[in-house]
């Protein structure tokens, strides 16, 4: 019996009715709509982080941040299921694509309800997935293998993004961390968020940086527009070396790697 089966076979038995079930992605976790009941499953390794993703999404819902609820089922949350960890959320059909507008409320009542968790000093900065990028690069054998050129340029890229972010004097600010159009969809009328594995510490440029630039444009808080390109060039640059490394897991991860290395090199020029 595969994984998702066995999910399956457990939301069956809390009484939902389950037919077969849609995979929606299968990046760092498995998440599947147990179609046509209202549930998603996502499947994770680390039992920690789905831990803390699922407490996290249930305060931000209980004070009405914009996010996708965890659901209840009768089940004590995160499940073991053949050693992994399981989590329950609200199914929210992806029909309609969020305006800018949208999304720029919605990301500033999301940092609104994200500095009102409790403990959120202890969250990480953001600069902290830029050095384990490095810690990739530096790897002799990572997969996709490439070339020596371009591994300097993304090296130069993401050292130069850790030293802008760790020189800021500011207080920083919650963040989501990788609110990008794939962790966003429309719900009752609005913009709302899922995936809060990446929650971190940083500032309102950092989440920006990861959408369009119109976003930035409705975002209402005065922005420092040259943090905020030197961020999307980090980004880009990190986003390409996680691609590198999971050129196995998909056709296209090798296409976002050359895109976003393209990217970094064009706006490096």
Same mark, same amino acid.
Do not use: P, Y
């Given at each position: 019996m595969d994984l998702i089966t066995a999910v399956a076979n457990?939301?069956?038995?809390?009484g939902l009715e389950v037919g077969v079930p849609v995979n929606l992605r299968s990046t760092n976790n498995v998440v599947a709509w147990m179609y046509p009941s209202p549930v998603v499953t996502k499947i994770a390794r680390d039992f920690d982080a789905s831990t803390r993703e699922f407490e996290l999404a249930m305060f931000l819902a209980a004070i009405g941040a914009p996010v996708v609820p965890p659901i209840e089922?009768?089940? =004590?949350q995160p499940v073991n299921v053949e050693g992994q960890w399981v989590t329950f959320w609200r199914y929210v059909a992806d029909e309609r694509t969020a305006t800018s507008a949208?999304? =720029?409320a919605s990301l500033d009542e999301l940092h609104a309800g994200l500095a009102k968790v409790p403990g959120h000093s202890t969250f990480p900065p953001c600069w902290g997935r830029l050095e384990a990028a490095v810690d990739l690069l530096d790897d002799p054998e990572l997969p996709g293998e490439p070339a020596g050129d371009d591994r300097v340029l993304l090296h130069r890229a993401l050292l130069d993004g850790i030293a802008d972010l760790a020189s800021l004097s500011d207080p920083p600010h919650v963040l989501h961390g990788s609110p990008h159009r794939f962790n966003i969809l429309v719900m009752d009328g609005g913009a709302v968020f899922i995936d809060f594995e990446t929650i971190e510490l940083g500032p309102l440029e950092w989440d920006l940086a990861h959408l369009d630039e119109e976003v930035a444009g409705f975002y209402p808080a005065d922005l420092d527009q040259e943090l905020l390109r030197r961020c999307r060039i980090a980004i880009s640059a990190a986003t390409s070396t996680w691609c590198w490394?999971?050129?196995?897991?998909?056709?296209?991860?090798?296409?976002?790697?050359?895109h976003h290395l393209e990217t970094v090199r064009r706006m490096l020029a």
């Open positions: 457990l939301v069956r038995d809390q089922i009768g089940i =004590a949208q999304v =720029a490394e999971g050129v196995d897991r998909g056709a296209d991860m090798r296409s976002h790697a050359v």
